[in-house]
Nanobody, 125 residues
Framework: QVQLVESGGGLVQAGGSLRLTCEAS????????MGWFRRAPGKERLFVAA????????SYADSVKGRFTISRDNAKNTVYLQMNNLEPEETAVYYC??????????????????WGQGTQVTVSS
């Protein structure tokens, strides 16, 4: 049974930091590109960051470059998202997802076939 379980969300003030964690099981984690997406209230799900299976290639949405860092630990089947200098507009549910690819990154949600339930991040002004 495939599972992606996110944690680490919460309430933080603008300018603060959070580290999201996603623990995976039920599939070969080390063979999958992993990504993070977010959905703000009333808006569509948007790409945030992704990392290829071996960690050699990273991709970020322009809006988070320089502030967010994605990483993974294949020994622990875990992917992380370090978020610094958070802004109120980044209040959203953050989702972890597993892609169907191994060494490439496609930022479309359609390229990811396994999804977690999400973790709420609220940034107060």
């Amino acid at each position: 049974q495939v599972q992606l379980v996110e944690s680490g969300g919460g309430l933080v003030q603008a300018g603060g930091s959070l580290r999201l964690t996603c623990e995976a099981s039920g599939f070969t984690f080390s063979s999958r590109t992993m990504g993070w997406f977010r959905r703000a209230p009333g808006k569509e799900r948007l790409f945030v960051a992704a990392i290829t299976s071996n960690g050699n290639t990273l991709s970020y949405a322009d809006s988070v470059k320089g502030r967010f860092t994605i990483s993974r630990d294949n020994a622990k089947n875990t992917v992380y998202l370090q978020m610094n200098n958070l802004e109120p507009e980044e209040t959203a549910v953050y989702y972890c997802a597993a892609s169907q690819s191994m060494y490439s990154i496609n930022s479309s949600p359609n390229a990811f076939n396994y999804w977690g339930q999400g973790t709420q991040v609220t940034v107060s002004s």
